[in-house]
């Protein structure tokens, strides 16, 4: 079964609105999370390191402002795209860490396709 | 970070095995490799991890040569639900180790 999970999978929202995106680690606890954005026929970005209790990480060129990343706990990481324009309209994607007998093995959410209108 | 290179793509048929190789020159000691698949609007779907020399479960095979430099998942007897994007990641030992994604590899299947 899933071990991260987000939601919601796909929603629309108007320019200039606000949406949040949430990941959630089921039962084990992240205290990093990744969030990607993937275009069409495109590989994962990755644009963001969220870390528990601490302020996220952007990678370059990724606006901190324009995309919020909050991890209060160490279950739950959510991203709010602010005033959204169609151009954020994208596949995000979020990820986790979970520790194996054989190494990190990093699980992904379901993703979630963002519409802008 | 260890930077990935896999073919962008392949093609191949029902019933037959499928061999995806992915070079990672720059991979550091205490790396894995890992496999993920991928189908449209769906996130990436672990498939299998190893560290060397041969790994395999019920859905794949992994080899790994001793200087660890390449990797090449197998998939035996594919069919046309494996269509899918294939991607070699190179993971961290810490748990707070970024993923940068190659291009993976579009894999065809036809009847």
């Known amino acids: 079964g899933a071990v991260v999970s987000q939601h919601p999978s796909r929603v629309i929202c108007k320019s200039g609105t606000s949406v949040k995106i949430e990941c959630r680690s089921l039962d084990f606890q992240a205290t990093t999370m990744f969030w990607y954005r993937q275009f069409p026929k495109k590989s994962l970005m990755l644009m963001a390191t969220s870390n528990e209790g601490s302020k996220a990480t952007y990678e370059q060129g990724v606006e901190k402002d324009k995309f919020l990343i909050n991890h209060a706990s160490l279950t739950l990481s959510t991203l709010t795209v602010t005033s959204a324009h169609p151009e954020d309209s994208s596949f995000y994607i979020c990820s986790a860490t979970v520790p194996t007998g054989t190494g990190n093995t990093i699980y992904f959410g379901e993703g979630s396709w963002l519409t802008v209108v | 970070l260890a930077k990935t290179t896999q073919p962008i793509s392949m093609d191949s048929y029902e019933g037959q095995e499928v061999n995806i190789t992915c070079s990672h020159n720059?991979?550091?000691?205490?790396?894995?490799i890992t496999w993920y698949q991928q189908f449209p609007s769906q996130g990436p779907r672990f498939i299998i991890q190893g560290y060397k020399t041969k790994v395999t479960n019920e859905v794949a095979s992994l080899f790994i040569p001793a200087d660890r430099k390449s990797s090449t998942l197998s998939l035996p007897r594919v069919s046309l639900s494996d269509t899918a994007v294939y991607y070699c990641l190179v993971v961290g030992y810490s748990s707070a180790s970024k993923i940068i994604f190659g291009s993976g590899t579009r894999l065809s299947i036809r009847p």
């Open positions: 720059n991979i550091a000691t205490n790396d894995y």
